[in-house]
């Protein structure tokens, strides 16, 4: 079992989402094929994850696959889709010994049974942990998030089971893959590039960003705590004015 921290540090973020972008480049720079920066952006998860109660963050989110990564070679997706599944096998015995709760977000439909499967193994085998909450995002988009929980919303209120004047800000979020996670207080994009990308959209509005050039498979613990450091020192006023 990781060690809990024996004080959480007062100012940090609890919940930290992270864009694990750059294997790609960073398996290029050293003329390998792109899926030996995916296998290196694997082993930097489980680094990032056990440095966590260190740091204070109880919430870790991870974008593993896009809605829109589909739309890369057939041999790339192929060999992430594999990657994803070692990778549960792999990790679950360690994950689930060291306190950590995994759950996945994402629409899991155009996912292969097998990998589904060890999907809900996972989070069934660490559904009692309680140290650090992972979530992997897994054929994840935000907008597609967000038509997915209006079309659930929808059939509520068919239904009778929602007024549509009952539908507000509290509303919408319970039907989100997310609903059961606080919003992030810090989101991060590693490799230079300064966009979202569809990730956690409606989670986010009042998140603080931090795009740094690492790339994935460089990212560090110590990196995080730097990171985590800066958030400490912002203000966060959510739309209001200072006191
Ligand atoms: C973006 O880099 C990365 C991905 C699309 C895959 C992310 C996957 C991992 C880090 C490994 C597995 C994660 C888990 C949780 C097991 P890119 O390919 O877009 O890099 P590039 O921009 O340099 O091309």
Redesign the pocket.
């Known amino acids: 079992m990781l060690k809990a921290p024996h004080t959480e540090p007062a100012n940090g973020p609890r919940h930290v989402a992270i864009i ?7 398996a290029q720079a050293r003329g390998r094929p ?1 899926l030996f ?2 296998h290196a ?2 082993r930097r ?1 489980r680094e990032v994850v056990e440095a966590c109660p260190g740091l204070g963050i109880k919430y870790l989110t ?1 974008f ?2 896009s809605t829109e ?1 589909w739309k890369r070679t057939q041999a790339e997706v192929a060999g ?1 889709m594999s ?2 599944r070692r ?1 549960i096998i792999k990790e679950t015995r360690t994950l689930k010994k060291n306190g950590i709760r995994v759950r996945f977000i994402g629409d899991r439909v155009r996912l292969d049974k097998k990998l589904t499967e060890l999907m809900d193994t996972l989070e069934e085998e660490t559904k009692d942990n309680d140290l650090v909450h992972l979530t ?1 995002a897994l054929n994840y988009g935000g907008r597609d998030e967000v038509a997915r929980a209006t079309k659930r919303l929808a059939r509520d209120v068919a239904e009778g089971h929602l007024l549509p004047e009952d539908v507000d800000e509290e509303t919408l979020p319970k039907y989100l893959d997310t609903h059961v996670l606080p919003d992030p207080d810090l989101v991060i994009r590693t ?1 230079g590039e300064a966009r979202i990308s569809n990730f956690l959209l409606w989670q986010s509005a009042y998140s603080e960003y931090e795009f740094i050039d690492t790339l ?1 498979p460089d990212f560090t613990a110590a990196e995080l705590e730097r990171l985590c450091r800066n958030f400490g020192s912002r203000e966060r006023r959510f739309g209001a004015v200072p006191a």
């Open positions: 694990m972008d750059g294997n790609g480049r960073w792109r920066g995916h952006g694997a998860v991870v593993a696959f990564n992430l990657l994803f990778y992997v490799s994935w």
